[in-house]
């Protein structure tokens, strides 16, 4: 009888893509998969570990599994993802209950893991990053008419509040051919949608390349049969580029949606965050997206509670929010996370007050969003 494998996937839809590709690999090695945690023999926590709340979320999951394995429910626990990423001595020695201990470089070796763990060993495997598989067969985890396709992973903006670097290493994108291929192969499962994500999508190909060609990926995208309706993930201001939001506007296939996470509005809390801009430059680029793209849906994050963000930077990001009326918006109270150069400034927000003005900046958009509504 084949032991039945089962997943819990935290955070962002890129590390839902990781945890696709592993539970194929599962599959394709005489696994069951199953998705009831109590009638699994093992049970795989793919972590977040991108900001407090997220890691807390992910150690509750270990903790709550490695409870069921002490009450014979189930027999192997695997802990894999961001959060094993980055504190992988920490989570290794602090949770002796967890049967397994995968950096993301060890992804691929996951059926290994899984065997010798159920033959009594206990399994703490790290590797270089570069080493994760971008690409594979998946096992679909939400309904089959959309996906998610990733195009690169890691990071290299640097800003300076995110840990991202950290944790996944540098930018590095996968080969075009390889992103179609994917594409076909969803739309053969009966995918309609795919969304395109990626740290930065907006740099796809720029290490492989030495240009952008987000535009020129996204055309052959189209081109393929099945495919109804392609989203865009994640886009830096910096690099929106005229060709872009021209192939958003023209090709039919290409929802009119445009997802840029600013941040923030003051230059100096922008700078801070060693990014560019301030709120004249992003009004002009939300302008320009809405003029060549009509009829554009702009989705945005902000972070409240940076360093530097005083009153009147804070005012200043409000205003702009009412001013803009965008129609998607979430906002994040800063976590100070270790190792990021934010982490050391000294020009700091109190945590509640941050958490209070994240608060605000959604009643100004509650206010924005019963306007579209009426």
């Known amino acids: 009888m084949a032991y039945k494998v089962g997943m819990v996937s935290l955070g962002c839809s890129k590390?839902?893509?990781?945890?696709?590709?592993?539970?194929?690999?599962?599959?394709?090695?005489?696994?069951?998969?199953?998705?009831d945690a109590e009638q699994c023999d093992v049970v795989i926590i793919n972590t977040c570990g991108f900001i407090e709340d997220a890691k807390?979320?992910?150690?509750?999951?270990?903790?709550e599994f490695?409870?069921?394995?002490?009450?014979?429910k189930i027999k192997v626990v695997v802990v894999t993802?961001?959060?094993?990423?980055?504190?992988?001595?920490?989570?290794?020695?602090?949770?002796?209950?967890?049967?397994?201990?995968?950096?993301?470089?060890?992804?691929?070796e996951i059926v290994k893991a899984i065997k010798q763990a159920l033959a009594g060993e206990r399994v703490v495997s790290f590797a270089d990053k570069t080493l994760m598989p971008l690409s594979g067969n998946r096992v679909l985890a939400n309904a089959p008419f959309f996906a998610y396709v990733k195009l690169a992973d890691g990071c290299n903006n640097r800003c300076a509040f995110c840990a991202i670097p950290l944790i996944r290493g540098d930018f590095r994108s996968r080969p075009m051919e390889d992103v179609l291929d994917e594409v076909k192969r969803l739309a053969a499962q009966g995918v309609k949608e795919v969304n395109v994500v990626a740290q930065d999508t907006t740099r796809y190909g720029d290490d492989l390349y030495g240009r952008l060609v987000l535009p020129e990926l996204l055309r052959e995208i189209c081109k393929i049969d099945g495919i109804r309706w392609v989203r865009?993930?994640?886009?830096?201001?910096?690099?929106?580029?005229?060709?872009?939001?021209?192939?958003?506007?023209?090709?039919?296939?290409?929802?009119?949606?445009?997802?840029?996470?600013?941040?923030?509005?003051?230059?100096?809390?922008l700078r801070a965050m060693n990014r560019k801009g301030n709120a004249d430059t992003l009004k002009a680029l939300l302008q320009k997206i809405r003029d060549k793209v009509p009829g554009v849906v702009l989705r945005t994050?902000?972070?409240?509670?940076l360093p530097y963000e005083d009153e009147a930077a804070f005012e200043e990001l409000c205003g702009l929010l009412g001013e803009q009326k965008l129609q998607r918006?979430?906002?994040?109270?800063?976590?100070?996370?270790?190792?990021?150069?934010?982490?050391?400034?000294?020009?700091r927000v109190d945590t509640e007050e941050a958490q209070r003005r994240a608060e605000l900046v959604m009643e100004v958009?509650?206010?924005?969003?019963?306007?579209?509504?009426?």
Do not use: W
């Open 56 to 63: 807390k979320e992910s150690i509750e999951t270990i903790l």
């Open 81 to 108: 993802g961001c959060l094993a990423e980055r504190y992988q001595k920490e989570v290794a020695l602090e949770i002796p209950e967890a049967d397994v201990v995968l950096g993301i470089g060890c992804n691929g």
């Open 301 to 305: 994050s902000l972070i409240t509670g």
């Open 329 to 347: 918006v979430g906002a994040f109270a800063y976590s100070p996370e270790e190792g990021t150069p934010a982490a050391k400034m000294l020009n």
């Open 365 to 374: 958009q509650a206010q924005v969003m019963d306007q579209f509504n009426d």
């Open 66 to 72: 490695c409870q069921m394995k002490a009450e014979g």
């Open 15 to 35: 590390n839902q893509v990781d945890a696709e590709i592993m539970l194929a690999l599962i599959q394709e090695n005489g696994f069951e998969l199953c998705a």
């Open 232 to 269: 865009i993930l994640y886009c830096y201001p910096d690099r929106i580029t005229d060709e872009l939001l021209e192939g958003i506007a023209h090709e039919e296939k290409i929802v009119k949606y445009v997802d840029v996470p600013i941040q923030h509005a003051s230059g100096e809390v």
